[in-house]
């Protein structure tokens, strides 16, 4: 499915085409975890990124001061956005910078990797020049929106992948929030287990196999629009 439209970046109009996927959430518990692991372990692939079967991820949010992202999620809003700095692993020389994209129903990432300095200069508010359409929207979008650091979120992801479809689905648990903690490049940074259990992600192109379909349903678990950003921002 595919969807071109424009963004304005710094009074330059730019047309991108845009690949969006379908998607789906459901929130579950650890055991549904066990039970869904040794599920997708039988048909699937882990990814290549992954180090016994998963990593650690930490994403920085942002949003106004009016909170657009989470009100926009909250009221689901049919066309949405939101921002984040992300790393892996522990990782603080490879961050990006990735923006999540909603539009009816469908959802779109894009990202670019980010320099040390750059990474400075978003944390302290700097001006950035760039040749990187993303990172020239996103500073464009600080200023007219006023775009803030708002909450770490951390967690586990255990990721799978099927190349019919280029599926791709995740077990993340261990959510933690760091309330309104922006320490984003501090590693050892306290963060606390957020009010919620897991989560079961599904993403695809143009269709799901239909063993995979069978293989992610579970007995009393519905799709749901569950936000790990959403979920981690009720404390602060």
Request: overall charge positive; charged content about 30%; hydrophobic content about 35%.
């Amino acid at each position: 499915v595919y969807n071109t439209y424009e963004i304005k970046n710094n009074n330059e109009r730019s047309k991108k085409i845009m690949k969006f996927r379908h998607e789906w959430k459901h929130e579950i518990d650890f055991l549904d975890v066990i039970v869904l692991r040794n599920r997708l372990k039988a048909i699937m692939s882990n990814d290549i990124h992954a180090k016994n079967g998963k990593y650690l991820v930490r994403s920085l949010y942002f949003d106004n001061l009016q909170d657009k992202a989470l009100l926009e999620k909250i009221n689901g809003v049919n066309k949405r956005e939101k921002f984040r700095l992300r790393y892996y692993n522990d990782n603080i020389n490879h961050v990006s910078l990735e923006k999540k994209s909603k539009i009816n129903g469908l959802c779109c990432k894009e990202q670019v990797k980010l320099s040390d300095e750059q990474v400075k200069a978003i944390l302290n508010g700097d001006e950035i020049n760039s040749k990187s359409e993303l990172l020239n929207e996103f500073m464009f979008k600080t200023k007219s929106q006023g775009l803030k650091p708002k909450t770490i979120v951390d967690y586990v992801r255990e990721p799978f992948v099927y190349p019919a479809g280029n599926v791709r689905v995740t077990l993340d648990y261990e959510i933690r929030t760091g309330l309104n903690s922006t320490d984003f490049l501090d590693p050892d940074r306290v963060t606390i287990p957020a009010n919620t259990g897991a989560v079961l992600e599904v993403k695809w192109d143009e269709f799901l196999p239909a063993m995979i379909r069978d293989i992610v349903q579970l007995h009393g678990k519905r799709t749901t629009a569950f936000s790990k950003y959403a979920a981690c921002r009720i404390y602060g």
